[in-house]
């Protein structure tokens, strides 16, 4: 059964960090819906001042962080002694468990422009103390899988035609893939029974069930066991995502997401007083 819209986002712009301005596709009101996943930033920008002040170093418990870097290069530092550059086409998976204090600084490329998305993604009650790991991918480290009609498809997470991309093992089981479809190609993927799926449009215009889609619109879908897109005009680009939700409670203050307010109060606490990092 083809997965019908359940819901279209078109976000809101926000500010965040020491003054980066970011659109926002979902967040805190929205996340049960989008159960496992907590929030989408989309930080395209071409005016460095949106974006230089960046994320100075600030804690996170209980998520991972995804970024996605398409065009720019970001700066990042992390209390487990990771430091480097996420460049054009990099990304960075970065699982906070017990707890990490680490920073973001966003450069932009020699045009003055940073494209990207911040994608957040819970992780259950037994995990949320895991110890934290950091995942640095490279450009060439993500596979690119050609299809019928001249589809094309960057494979982050999950598999797409018997091939696997570079990020497993990860808790919520999520597909991560980067598409591209010419105008008057349908692609069509199937999707696990019971998993939370949408899709994000970052170039270009297509159709969603004969919906029309643009750029920085935002597909929830119903159940279903798979989901179409067809490009129109000169094409659509957009991201794919997939995971298994966890159907637990949600307790988020700032940048800590945990199952109750005593844990996000302890973790508060702990931070002040030097413990946070385990």
């Known amino acids: 059964m083809r997965r019908a819209i359940k819901d279209i986002y078109r976000g809101e712009g926000v500010t965040e960090g020491a003054g980066v301005r970011l659109h926002r596709m979902f967040g805190y009101y929205e996340a049960p819906a989008f159960d496992p996943f907590l ?7 071409d005016n460095p001042a949106d974006f230089l002040k960046g994320f100075p ?25 990771n430091q480097g550059v996420i460049s054009s086409g990099d990304v960075q998976w970065m699982t906070a468990g017990s707890g990490i204090i680490h920073q973001e600084m966003p450069k932009g490329d020699a045009h003055g422009s940073m494209h990207g998305f911040q994608l957040w993604a819970n992780l259950p009650a037994t995990q949320k103390m895991m110890p934290p790991r950091y995942r640095g991918i490279t450009a060439a480290d993500i596979p690119e899988v ?21 990020m497993e093992e990860i808790v919520i089981d999520p597909e991560y893939l980067d598409c591209a479809v010419p105008g008057g190609v349908e ?41 179409a897109v067809q490009g129109e005009g000169d094409g659509v680009r957009f991201l ?25 109060q302890t973790a508060f606490r702990e931070y002040q007083d030097g413990t946070f990092v385990k």
């Open 146 to 166: 050609a299809l019928p009609g001249g589809v094309r498809v960057k494979v982050i997470a999950g598999e797409l035609g018997g091939v696997r991309g570079p």
């Open 187 to 227: 692609f069509t993927h199937p999707t696990r029974r019971g998993y939370t799926a949408f899709i994000y449009v970052i170039g270009g215009q297509g159709l969603v069930n004969g919906t029309p889609v643009v750029d920085r619109t935002l597909v929830l879908f119903e159940d279903g066991d798979e989901l």
């Open 240 to 264: 794919l995502l997939t995971g298994q939700p966890l159907g637990e409670p949600i307790a988020w203050r700032g940048p800590i997401v945990m199952n109750t307010q005593e844990e996000i």
């Open 57 to 81: 170093w600030h804690p996170h418990r209980g998520i991972e962080t995804i970024t996605y870097v398409l065009k720019g290069d970001v700066e990042h530092g992390d209390s487990m002694g």
């Open 39 to 45: 929030m989408l930033d989309d930080f395209r920008a």
